[in-house]
């Protein structure tokens, strides 16, 4: 027979031991390891110690989980916490841009990387191939990366890299009328850095390292596309 051992009481249905208990010994019962407690802060500091109870401390009526797991996926869910730093944020935004900041976390897959460049490398693992080959119909996920191609001799438009660098070179001399000579190094429009091929301009200009923008350059890009 179901028995309560505080109040030395048998019960013949274990269904009207649990009614009792919750009755009568609801802060001083532990239901999930079925143990009694002599007061109320003896069996809260039960839960707060035993690893078969995971309670969630940044809720008001503080759930209790029987899994860590479960308990995780609570805090990332409802709280938006870093389960790494034990830190919750008011939305997934702010969740993210701590990730970034902090961890260089992958919003995509959710790895983290060792330093932010790394994290904005891998990042464009996931960006959209958007951009369109000027002589091609392939398509890539930056312009620089677009240019590359071109430069390498793999489109089939039969461009290379002495076939761009001529192209700047025409669009120079007919609308700045101070065309480069083909061994100059390109520069770039913000910081007058210098570069070898076009390709490595528009990739310093999609980096954070730099203030010029891909729309600095579309009058040119355009004149390749219109010439190739």
């Known amino acids: 027979m179901a028995f309560c051992q505080p109040c030395d009481r048998h019960f013949r249905y274990e269904s009207s031991l649990n009614q009792h208990l919750e009755a009568k010994h609801s802060h001083t019962y532990c239901f999930r390891c079925e143990r009694h407690f002599a007061h109320e802060s003896a069996k809260r500091q039960h839960i707060a110690n035993s690893s078969q109870h995971h309670v969630c401390t940044h ?19 409802c709280h938006h916490a870093c389960l790494t730093c034990d830190k919750v944020f008011d939305d997934e935004d702010d969740l993210f841009q701590h990730d970034v900041d902090y961890h260089y976390g992958c919003q ?5 990387f060792s330093s932010r ?4 490398n891998h990042l464009k ?14 398509m890539f996920i930056s312009y620089s990366a677009m240019m590359l191609h071109l ?10 890299l002495h076939v761009v660098r001529n192209l700047i070179a025409e ?13 100059d190094d390109l520069e770039c429009s913000d910081c007058d850095r210098q570069f070898d091929r076009m390709s490595a301009v528009l990739q310093h200009v999609e980096s954070e390292n730099c203030e010029a923008s891909i729309s ?9 596309e219109a010439n190739l």
């Open 59 to 77: 809720c008001y009526s503080e759930p209790d989980y029987e899994s860590e797991s479960d308990l995780y996926e609570h805090l990332e869910s």
């Open 171 to 183: 669009y120079h001399d007919l609308y700045w009328f101070s065309p480069p000579d083909y061994d």
């Open 125 to 138: 693992v996931h960006a959209r191939k958007k951009i369109e080959c000027l002589g091609c119909t392939r």
């Open 151 to 160: 430069e390498a001799d793999t489109c089939e438009s039969g461009a290379d």
């Open 216 to 224: 600095d350059y579309m009058e040119v890009i355009n004149y390749i």
């Open 108 to 112: 995509f897959c959710h790895r983290t």
């Open 117 to 120: 460049s790394n994290l904005m």
